[in-house]
């Protein structure tokens, strides 16, 4: 049986046939290929069975479009048909190397006994045209959960959700984070299915993610959104992850949660609130370490209009 599952959420046909040769020119086969349409205009059929014999893969036609509203939702409405133990899930116009599947069961006994549950792969941006605008490439063998996800929040290092493989037990323990535009929901997938265990680093394959003006990220159009999605992103670790990442690292997180809350004329929830409340350990801890910016952070929210409703 294959261990590994390649899903792809389909809805832009503009590079589809790209991602498809990608996946069909595996120097190994063993795994199994699922694809959701999310109620498309172009429907992907012919585009797929001329590179896929009926019969090769899974294919999901919804006539519901989820994805403009839940990418999270999107992406679990496929999960939920998958058998195996681990799974990549694939952008519509990403593409991997055509020894991604090889390299991943290279590995795959050093990842079990090492206990990790994520498995990233280099990674490349790509423009429309398939060339590199950033590569992105990495020594270690393994990284800290935790430290990792420090440097992708603090944008030291990129990270997107096509490079990487999660274990699918771990992902059905967490799930996806719903968060506007899926904005950060890949972070957090990263850290938590790892289960503060290492993130194994594959050294040979490749994956391009392609950055257009079509792609969340290539737009600038959707800036609301995410405004949003930061805000919910720095909501769930200050509530869920308080107690677990360095404190230097959450002050910055309460430091951007206060200015896109001021930005965005809203208070800051409850929920973050009582956190602190009710843990004042943690609370003292982070003032008598970082006595000035905390004040600052403070002095600055005291000066916003919204201060006196709380």
């Not at 001329?50 to 999107?74: H, R, T, V, W």
């Amino acid at each position: 049986m294959n261990k590994l599952a390649i899903v792809i959420p389909y809805y832009k046909i503009s590079f589809f046939e790209e991602t498809l040769k990608s996946v069909f020119a595996q120097t190994d086969k063993r795994f199994t290929l699922y694809i959701g349409n999310d109620a498309s205009p172009d429907n992907p059929k012919s585009l797929i069975n001329k590179y896929f014999p009926a019969g090769n893969y899974n294919y999901y036609d919804y006539s519901e479009n989820i994805g403009s509203k839940n990418l999270a939702m999107q992406w679990k409405r496929i999960l939920d048909n998958v058998t195996e133990e681990w799974f990549q899930i694939l952008g519509d116009d990403d593409m991997i190397s055509e020894n991604f599947v090889e390299t991943f069961y290279e590995n795959l006994d050093t990842v079990i006994n090492d206990g990790s549950s994520v498995i990233r792969s280099p990674h490349i941006h790509i423009n429309k045209n398939g060339t590199i605008i950033k590569d992105f490439t990495f020594q270690d063998r393994n990284s800290n959960a935790a430290t990792f996800f420090q440097n992708i929040t603090q944008r030291r290092i990129s990270a997107s959700l096509s490079e990487n493989i999660f274990k699918y037990a771990e992902y059905l323990k967490v799930g996806f984070r719903n968060i506007p535009l899926a904005w950060g929901t890949d972070y957090l997938a990263i850290y938590e299915f790892s289960k503060k265990r290492p993130i194994f680093f594959l050294q040979n394959s490749l994956v391009s993610v392609r950055v257009t003006d079509l792609s969340i990220s290539g737009r600038n159009d959707n800036e609301k959104e995410k405004r949003s999605a930061k805000i919910k992103f720095y909501e769930i670790i200050l509530k869920d992850h308080l107690q677990d990442l360095d404190i230097k690292f959450i002050l910055d997180l309460i430091t951007g949660y206060l200015k896109e809350m001021r930005a965005s004329k809203k208070l800051v929830s409850a929920n973050i609130v009582t956190k602190f409340i009710f843990r004042p350990r943690t609370l003292i801890k982070i003032i008598t370490n970082n006595f000035v910016v905390f004040v600052k952070n403070i002095t600055a929210y005291k000066n916003s209009k919204k201060f006196g409703q709380l």
